[in-house]
């Protein structure tokens, strides 16, 4: 009878502009190659300011579909598809932390980090293992609107350019942001090892 | 040990392990779906807008066919019945009017109905009230004496022009001194060869 067509695997033929393209003219194998192509991005962003996998899930999926149904707002010619899918992920994450009463303290108000405690880790944890343990956490405690500068700068390798494209700001508060989260995060890792020393001691 | 530079290789660290995290594989085929209904939906839509556009434009054609049989059977019955109503009787081609001038509207007389030319050189219509109704309420049409002698039009057209009482006279039609200045809607019977045949006033 007749032999079913295997999907195309478009990821490496077509940029994304051809492949958004194909997917808006109804091309499954293009919309298949783009999520293939950004999924993991727009998925790890959404994961880290959530904190939840099934959220970050449905994020992903609002994100993508809205490559079908916000047609006009992507403009090739302005920026990367990637940095307008972290931009819809970024808008859909807020909203996600708004409805669930996340603290979305403002990036100028001081907020205080505080560490786990070295003893919750079993004490045969490397120091280093701790150290990362500590920071990781220190993350997750940051304001949402320094936690995500992080996030692209410093995990995603984002430039502070393509960065300040996703949050709709100028490529300064992009630099000032990611200082101040860092060294929040260095204030907090100082402490940590100081405590490490101590107990070393 | 400097706490910037070791901030610097932990966080190089988790960004290598958040890296590593890829999408979930679980929604490639939802949104392979999604892309590949919506075409179907797109065409489904300009199905809808097509039928839609035809629907409007039947009911259109539809509602114009109407008025146009409305319009013809307002008018063609009075203009056969005025052509039965009228005697023929053979005349002589001694006097040929000028045609009727600006047109106004056309409408087009079966050729089942042709009008033959009578009555005197002059109607005065007013004296002819007793057999005929009144001048400024000629609801139907009068043979004009001026197309006496004109052969028989086998088609007719009326003709829907304004004209001043005072000018009836160059018809033939002698209309009330007060009517003279009034401005008249009036339709003229022409024949195939543009010459009028009667009138008929319509207010």
């Known amino acids: 009878m007749f032999d079913r067509q295997p999907r195309r695997r478009l990821d490496g033929e077509l940029s994304d502009e051809q492949l958004h393209r194909e ?14 192509r950004h999924g993991g991005l727009v998925y790890r962003f959404s994961l880290r300011m959530s904190g939840i996998p099934a959220a970050a899930e449905e994020i992903t999926q609002e994100v993508f579909l809205a490559l079908l149904t916000q047609v006009d707002r992507f403009d090739a010619g302005r920026g990367m598809l990637s940095t307008w899918l972290c931009g819809i992920a970024r808008r859909q994450v807020w909203k996600y932390l708004a409805r669930n009463n996340a603290a979305l303290v403002d ?6 980090l505080e560490l786990q405690s070295p003893d919750d880790g079993p004490a045969e944890v490397m120091l280093r293992g701790e150290a990362v343990a500590a920071v990781r956490a220190g993350m997750d405690q940051l304001p949402p609107a320094l936690r995500e500068v992080v996030i692209l700068c410093a995990l995603e390798e984002m430039s502070y350019e393509q960065a300040a494209q996703v949050l709709a700001v100028p490529v300064g508060t992009v630099r000032s942001r990611l200082h101040r989260a860092k060294a929040r995060l260095a204030g907090l890792l100082r402490t940590e090892m100081a405590s490490m020393e101590r107990k070393r001691g | 040990m400097n706490a910037d530079r070791e901030l610097d290789d932990i966080l190089s660290e988790i960004g290598r392990e958040h890296r590593a995290i890829g999408a979930p594989e679980s929604l490639e085929p939802l949104l392979f779906a999604a892309s590949a209904s919506r075409i179907r939906d797109t065409r489904q839509r300009r199905m809808r807008l097509t039928w839609a556009l035809a629907t409007a434009a039947i009911l259109l054609a539809v509602v114009a066919a109407g008025g146009i049989v409305w319009q013809t059977r307002g008018s063609h019955p009075r203009q056969t019945q005025q052509a039965q109503l009228v005697p023929a009787r053979p005349v002589g081609p001694e006097s040929r009017p000028a045609p009727v001038q600006d047109p106004g509207r056309q409408k087009s007389v079966p050729k089942s109905a042709p009008l033959h030319k009578t009555g005197p050189a002059h109607v005065n219509l007013r004296d002819s009230s007793a057999k005929q109704p009144a001048w400024n309420s000629l609801d139907e049409f009068v043979a004009l004496p001026v197309s006496e002698g004109l052969p028989a039009a086998t088609e007719l057209s009326v003709v829907r022009v304004r004209v001043r009482g005072s000018e009836l006279r160059q018809y033939g039609l002698e209309a009330p001194p007060d009517a003279g200045a009034q401005t008249l809607l009036a339709e003229f019977a022409v024949g195939e060869d ?9 207010r």
């Open chain 1, 107 to 112: 990036s100028d108000e001081e907020c205080t």
């Open chain 2, 194 to 202: 543009g010459l009028p045949r009667a009138i008929r006033i319509v």
């Open chain 1, 23 to 36: 997917a808006l003219a109804g091309s499954g194998e293009a919309m298949a190659a783009l999520y293939r």
